[in-house]
């Protein structure tokens, strides 16, 4: 089974920008959703961003034309670039593979000044 093993997260300003990574043990293009999904305290885990094989790729609303998904195949990492960052960004980012399904251990993105 495939594990994934996030990074890249941290401390961040207000308007800053962090890439977060997330590293599979096996070949993540014979996986056909690779997603980034987030929790924030209180609140319940949404996704964020998807890339589906083949090249289709959704976010959520609030994070469209400032966040970007996109996968590396020859290294099996899928990135997620998060510029103008604001506050209510901050919570717990959890990289997904699957079917059947594969969560990160996650790694926290806080944003403010």
């Known amino acids: 089974q495939v594990q994934l093993v996030e990074s890249g997260g941290g401390l961040v300003q207000p308007g800053g920008s962090l890439r977060l990574s997330c590293a599979a043990s096996?070949?993540?293009?014979?996986?056909?959703?690779m997603a980034w999904y987030r929790q924030a305290p209180g609140k319940q885990r949404e996704l964020v961003a998807r890339?589906?094989?083949?090249?289709?790729?959704n976010y959520l609303d609030s994070v469209k034309g400032r966040f970007t998904i996109s996968r590396d195949n020859d290294k099996n990492t899928v990135y997620l670039q998060m510029n103008s960052l604001k506050p209510e960004d901050t919570a717990v980012y959890y990289c997904?593979?699957?079917?059947?399904?594969?969560w990160g251990q996650g790694t926290q993105v806080t944003v403010s000044s």
């Open positions: 997904y593979g699957g079917p059947p399904g594969t």
């Open positions: 096996g070949i993540i293009d014979d996986i056909y959703v």
């Open positions: 890339s589906i094989s083949g090249g289709v790729t």
